[in-house]
């Protein structure tokens, strides 16, 4: 659909807009009084949300990519149907192939207490089933209002039951990450990539001086980003997962990624709210799974 006919049948006026985002993708900007937000149909990713009076909350590069094919750096992407490497091995794409193809815009809806519900979709294809031979119906609802709420249904059309593993990878803007700490994983075990996927127990809050890439286990369903360097908390609450990741790429794995700038891993953390390692979601014929996460800011 051309900008003209999404705006006909989905803009909402004053609140909700289809415009030409970088390098041509098409981009939902959501305005309310409670905050402003911007979504890419391509990923079907919230790239920025803005509570009012105050800093986004999203950390985007100003490096990334906007074109078929690749993921974009920051926001929300979405990992799914697998998160991390290729479970089988084949060489398909790391995280999944909804990140890096266009989303459907299936609705947009203004809700009595003034939020605004937007909701994007994909279904099997043709391309897909090659990729992953599954019947699938994927609905992304994203509610912007006084949080930033993403909720990921995964609905099985076909007649076998398929397992899935995913996750909201998240990368939230810090004021500095040598003053930031990750509250609510205290006392949980964890899978260390940057260790050989030792397992390991977390003692005290998160603090990260080096590189970090850990799937926490058996997590709670709240979790905190405590950003002394831009005064505020960022609330993350959860449905649906036992496991969390916390990720940051350092200096040396940053200055080799040429969609971040050399300094970036200093202004973001991503704590990811996953199904991930052996949190593996088994889905039937005719049922439907739903992951959510909830991200609000606290002073």
Not at 182 to 194: A, H, M, P, R
């Amino acid at each position: 659909m051309t900008l003209a006919q999404l705006n006909a049948e989905y803009g909402i006026a004053g609140k909700v807009e289809f415009i030409e985002g970088g390098g041509g993708l098409t981009m939902i900007r959501v305005s309310t009084p409670k905050a402003g937000a911007l979504i890419s149909t391509h990923a079907g990713q919230v790239l920025s949300y803005q509570p009012a009076g105050e800093e986004d909350i999203l950390f985007l590069s100003s490096k990334a990519y906007y074109q078929d094919g690749k993921a974009i750096k920051g926001g929300a992407p979405i990992c799914w149907p697998w998160f991390g490497p290729d479970p089988e091995g084949k060489g398909r794409p790391g995280h999944g192939f909804v990140r890096n193809r266009p989303w459907n815009v299936t609705g947009t809806e203004a809700l009595s207490n003034g939020d605004i519900r937007v909701t994007l979709g994909l279904t099997d294809t043709t391309e897909t089933r090659a990729i992953w031979p599954q019947a699938f119906n994927l609905t992304q609802e994203i509610v912007i209002g006084d949080s930033l709420n993403l909720a990921l249904i995964t609905r099985n059309t076909g007649a076998e039951t398929f397992g899935i593993t995913q996750g909201f990878h998240t990368y939230f803007k810090v004021g500095d990450i040598s003053q930031t700490r990750v509250l609510g994983l205290q006392d949980c075990s964890y899978i260390d990539k940057t260790d050989n996927s030792a397992e390991k127990k977390q003692t005290g809050e998160v603090a990260i001086a080096a590189e970090v890439d850990r799937i926490y286990r058996n997590v709670g369903n709240t979790l905190i980003i405590d950003d002394k360097a831009l005064d505020r908390c960022i609330q993350i609450l959860s449905q649906g997962n036992k496991t969390a990741v916390v990720w940051n790429p350092w200096e040396k794995i940053a200055r080799e990624m040429a969609d971040l700038e050399d300094a970036d891993y200093q202004r973001f953390i991503c704590v990811e709210t996953t199904n991930a390692a052996d949190d593996v979601i088994g889905v039937a014929p005719g049922r439907e799974f739903r992951l959510v996460a909830d991200y609000r800011v606290m002073k």
